[in-house]
């Protein structure tokens, strides 16, 4: 099992940046590959991206490529969403979640936390 908890979101203006933190406990955080996801007001959850083991590999949405970095810290037990560039259309729950196989399903979520990117 891990658990994970969110942390770091907000109200920013558009052009603005952000950085959220994903803290994991439980299991060694290095076993997993960790994404981020994210669900805006009547639409469905979407993938944001992804990093590997150690932080070596990462894939990114075509809507977020280029403004977006994921980074992880494995002594910390912790991965980062750094969002640049944020546009309204940014506006959404973010989620973290972990998964063991990198082909596999992600088995574990955070509760999520809230970023408002305003015009």
């Known amino acids: 099992q891990v658990q994970l908890v969110e942390s770091g979101g907000g109200l920013v203006q558009a052009g603005g940046s952000l950085r959220l933190s994903c803290a994991a406990s439980?299991?060694?955080?290095?076993?997993?590959?960790m994404g981020w996801f994210r669900q805006a007001p009547g639409k469905e959850r979407e993938f944001v991206g992804r990093i590997t083991y150690s932080g070596g590999n990462t894939r990114y949405a075509d809507s977020v490529k280029g403004r977006f970095t994921i980074s992880r810290d494995n002594a910390k037990n912790t991965v980062y969403l750094q969002m640049n560039s944020l546009k309204p259309e940014d506006t959404a729950v973010y989620y973290c979640a972990a998964k063991i196989r990198l082909g596999g399903e992600y088995n574990y979520w955070g509760q999520g936390t809230q970023v408002t990117v305003s015009s």
């Open positions: 439980g299991r060694t955080f290095s076993s997993y590959v």
